[in-house]
């Protein structure tokens, strides 16, 4: 290490919401629960699906558990996955882009920030997409535009529901313009698979923002919450900023947004897939439209 | 008076002022100042030019927040006639961000919708800065029906440091408004014509501004995120914003050559404001000539073709075999 590097400050920008950044399974045998900083048992966190059995806090879940809890056994085919995010502006900030994909691929063994495919859930065939926070913030960029639209046609073609789970800042800044178009792009694919007659469940996941709340993940026929879940347009910073006064307490969040209309229902991860099963029985395609 | 003036245009609002001093001289025939007056005249041309022809990209974006620039209310008297302002999105308010209504374009029946900016301090404020809530874009899309139902074209203009943040619009559902707009415009039976006249502020902006052709002025940007904020955070708030709107390719030209935007109509020396109607005037044949091109496609292909434009917006790349890293939980 250089000596330079210990007299380096401390990264004063350091995640606020420790969450966010932390792994998604966590080592050893036991953790704190972020929620109510009592110690849980990793194996029995597992067991609950990752959500703290004393407060009901839900810890963050990479795609592929999301997928694991959601999906029945055996039931998963990835499509797309070899899709790579290029650098179209070269863009280089305070760390160049190609750096922060490199790390991000290192980081998560996934090549963007979704995994999209084709799923069984209660023996029921669905086309679904999952996002993935560790991955540059969950950001949409290309790749991500590009498979939640691979999927949604996908689903419009071979007449499948759609489920997606979202956790995203919002459009990925580095592929600029390009990234904004993605947002026109997956809601131009979302419009022609409801007109299609077929349904679609969007679960918002914590957290989800920005480009991602602006376009296909609130376009949904029903809009589930996870418990606690920040959901909303702009970022809390940038509204204080803004308007100069303190935020609400519950501001922004799942419950938040089901109070004021935003959301069908707020939903405890260990009751997910049952309910998502349960309203896919109501969204029977009609077969008809054209 | 003294004039609005960024840093980059000082030393030219220095020698204008010295010319009009000048000028003020001779009115009052106190000397004989003509051969000053006149070389003090082609020194300010040269200057302008310099200034002018070959401007960063930072600087274009503020020419783009010029409180001189023409707004969308500008543009809708020059260039249209018979403009019927319509109100209201029928559950909230009359959002006055936005500004809508019916209009003609050469005789040729359409609707305009547009961000609406004021020209002034009093009216920048009841306007919001152009910053619109949700209402302003439930608005829009009640237009965009009516549109859609008379077989109306829709013209929109974009002009919007982005759509506002704060507590009433979120509790309202910014985000879900602004999706709304975009799936509203994708089903569009119509033409939609989309002139990007000052800021192009992100989602704000895009919830009207895609369709059939994207326009955009010159000294114009769109961008997914201000410079401000993308410098607070890929910077950590240590960068220059001048360098991050480099690296954004925000410009028309560099949105052009991306196959973002369709066309460029050009400005006068200086940006829209040094000549409103000649900027109005140029972007008016743009948008007839786009609306003679469209009115020639059957409806049916211009949503197929409004979607496969979007469609090719995307760099992305396979990953080598060896690279794929997923794939082994195909069994899950």
């Given amino acids: 290490m250089p000596i330079g590097e210990w007299f380096k400050k401390e990264n004063k920008r350091a995640p606020a919401d420790q969450t966010l950044t932390k792994r998604a399974i966590p080592d050893g045998v036991w953790e704190k629960c972020l929620g109510c900083n009592e110690p849980i ?32 056994p055996n039931s998963f085919e990835e499509l797309w996955e070899d899709l790579c995010s290029e650098d179209p502006l070269c863009f280089i900030g305070k760390k160049a882009y190609m750096d922060s994909l490199v790390e991000a691929k290192n980081k998560t063994g996934l090549n963007d920030a979704v ?42 073609d071979e007449k499948l529901p759609i489920i997606t789970v979202s956790s995203s800042g919002g459009a990925r800044m580095q592929e600029g313009m390009i990234s904004l178009m993605q947002m026109a792009k997956t809601s131009t694919a979302v419009a022609r698979h409801s007109k299609s007659g077929l349904p679609y469940i969007s679960v918002l996941s914590h957290p989800t923002s920005g480009g991602v709340t602006a376009s296909f993940s609130t376009l949904a026929d029903i809009i589930i919450a996870e418990p606690k879940a920040f959901i909303g347009f702009a970022g809390p910073r940038v509204i204080e900023q803004t308007i100069k006064q303190k935020l609400p307490k519950d501001f922004q969040t799942a419950e938040f947004n089901l109070t004021h209309g935003m959301v069908d229902m707020i939903v405890n991860r260990l009751d997910m897939k049952r309910t998502i099963m349960r309203l896919l029985d109501y969204l029977e395609p009609s077969g008809v439209v054209e | 008076m003294k004039r609005f003036a960024y840093d980059f245009e000082r030393p030219l609002v220095e020698l204008e002022t010295k010319l009009e001093e000048l000028k003020r001289l001779e009115s009052a025939g106190k000397e004989d100042i003509a051969v000053q007056i006149s070389y003090l005249e082609k020194q300010i041309q040269k200057l302008r ?68 900016k004021g020209r002034n301090t009093k009216e920048s404020i009841a306007r919001n800065f152009g910053m619109p809530h949700p209402e302003g874009y439930r608005k829009a899309v009640r237009l965009m029906r009516i549109a859609n139902k008379f077989k109306l074209p829709l013209i929109t203009f974009i002009d919007t440091p982005g759509a506002y943040p704060g507590i009433g619009a979120e509790e309202r559902g910014q985000a879900i408004a602004i999706a709304q707009s975009l799936m509203e415009i ?76 369709d066309c460029v109509v050009r400005e006068p020396l200086g940006g829209a404001h040094y000549a409103p109607s000649l900027a109005a005037r140029e972007l008016k044949k743009e948008l007839v000539k786009a609306l003679e091109d469209l009115s020639k496609v059957s409806t049916k292909d211009l949503v197929e073709q409004r979607y496969s434009r979007l469609r090719h917006i995307g760099y992305y790349t396979k990953a080598r075999e060896s690279e794929t890293l997923s794939g082994k939980f195909q069994n899950i």
Avoid at chain 2, 58 to 84: C, G, L, M, N
Avoid at chain 2, 102 to 108: Q, T, W, Y
């Fill in chain 1, 115 to 156: 995994i999209c495919g084709r799923a069984g859930i209660g023996g029921r065939k669905v086309a679904i997409g999952v996002m993935d926070f560790r991955f540059i913030g969950g950001s949409m960029g290309s790749v991500v535009g590009e498979k939640i639209t691979r999927m949604v046609e996908l689903a419009t």
């Fill in chain 2, 186 to 261: 994708s089903v569009l039976e119509v033409p939609v014509i989309v002139a990007n006249i000052g800021e192009g502020g992100s989602g704000g902006a895009l919830a009207i501004g895609f369709g059939d052709r994207i326009i955009m002025l010159e000294n114009s940007y769109y961008s997914v995120i201000t410079p401000e904020g993308c410098v607070s955070i890929l910077w950590d708030g240590e960068g220059s914003v001048e360098e991050a709107t480099e690296v954004l390719g925000l410009t028309s030209d560099k949105l052009l050559e991306m196959g973002i935007v």
């Fill in chain 2, 49 to 116: 030019e310099r200034t002018y022809s070959n401007l960063t990209a930072w600087q274009k974006v503020q020419i783009a927040r010029h409180p001189d620039r023409p707004r969308t209310s500008d543009y809708i008297e020059a260039i249209f006639t018979d403009f019927i302002e319509l109100h209201g999105d029928r559950v909230f308010r009359d959002d006055v961000s936005i500004i809508g209504g019916f209009a003609r374009l050469e005789n040729v029946k359409v609707m305009v919708v547009g961000h609406r």
């Fill in chain 1, 41 to 72: 048992f990793i194996k029995e966190l597992e067991r609950n699906l990752m959500v703290c059995s004393k407060c009901d806090y839900h810890f963050p879940l990479s795609a592929y558990e999301r997928i694991y809890h959601l999906a029945d």
